[in-house]
């Protein structure tokens, strides 16, 4: 005959392995909501990102224009989506009173082309441009040029003041 007191496992076990079961159950759900707040932090850190980057200004074209001397004139840079040359003088040279400052793209086979008339003494200044201006142009260049003509002129009358490389940026 067989004792029932046997049979039976020791009461002390279950509800250990209860509880153990419990404190499991616990940490995996602590874990999955940590994992699950990780997950929607780092998403909206790309957002943030994206956004950020979206609204800054992505320059694809940089040239530094120099005098006679090799010494910096002008910062020249093209942002795309601006559609704009943003134009920042680095000495305080500046035209007379009936003289003009005029930019030209020179493309590879050496034939200018006007970009336009700088029309600002400041600082800085913005000249509206194709984004596409830039494109077969190995250098930039600036001469003065008579105020007094109203339109672009086709070719420069006077030796380029400041003259400098054009490099495309990687985006």
Same mark, same amino acid.
Not at 78 to 85: C, F, G, I, Q, S
């Given at each position: 005959? +067989? /004792?029932?007191? #046997? &049979?039976? $496992?020791?009461?002390?076990?279950? =509800?250990?392995?209860? @509880? !153990?079961?419990?404190?499991?159950?616990?940490?995996?759900?602590?874990?999955?909501?940590?994992?699950?707040?990780?997950?929607?932090?780092?998403?909206?850190?790309?957002?943030?990102?994206?956004?950020?980057?979206?609204?800054?200004?992505?320059?694809?074209?940089?040239?530094?224009? +120099? /005098?006679?001397? #090799? &010494?910096? $004139?002008?910062?020249?840079?093209? =942002?795309?989506?601006? @559609? !704009?040359?943003?134009?920042?003088?680095?000495?305080?040279?500046?035209?007379?009173?009936?003289?003009?400052?005029?930019?030209?793209?020179?493309?590879?086979?050496?034939?200018?082309?006007?970009?336009?008339?700088?029309?600002?003494?400041?600082?800085?200044?913005?000249?509206?441009?194709? /984004?596409?201006?830039?494109?077969?142009?190995?250098?930039?260049?600036?001469?003065?040029?008579?105020?007094?003509?109203?339109?672009?002129?086709?070719?420069?009358?006077?030796?380029?003041?400041?003259?400098?490389?054009?490099?495309?940026?990687?985006?």
């Amino acid at each position: 005959m +067989l /004792d029932s007191t #046997q &049979a039976q $496992a020791p009461r002390g076990h279950g =509800a250990w392995w209860r @509880a !153990a079961t419990i404190a499991c159950l616990l940490v995996i759900a602590i874990a999955i909501a940590t994992g699950v707040s990780m997950f929607e932090q780092f998403k909206a850190q790309i957002h943030h990102l994206q956004t950020q980057l979206q609204s800054t200004a992505q320059i694809r074209y940089i040239a530094v224009l +120099l /005098d006679d001397s #090799q &010494a910096p $004139a002008m910062l020249i840079t093209l =942002a795309p989506k601006e @559609a !704009a040359l943003q134009i920042q003088r680095l000495n305080d040279v500046t035209e007379g009173r009936a003289d003009s400052m005029q930019l030209w793209a020179l493309a590879a086979n050496g034939q200018p082309r006007s970009l336009g008339i700088l029309t600002s003494t400041g600082k800085t200044l913005r000249l509206p441009v194709n /984004d596409k201006a830039l494109v077969d142009v190995s250098q930039l260049a600036i001469s003065v040029e008579n105020k007094d003509e109203t339109t672009q002129r086709s070719q420069p009358s006077l030796p380029y003041l400041f003259k400098g490389a054009v490099v495309q940026k990687a985006l």
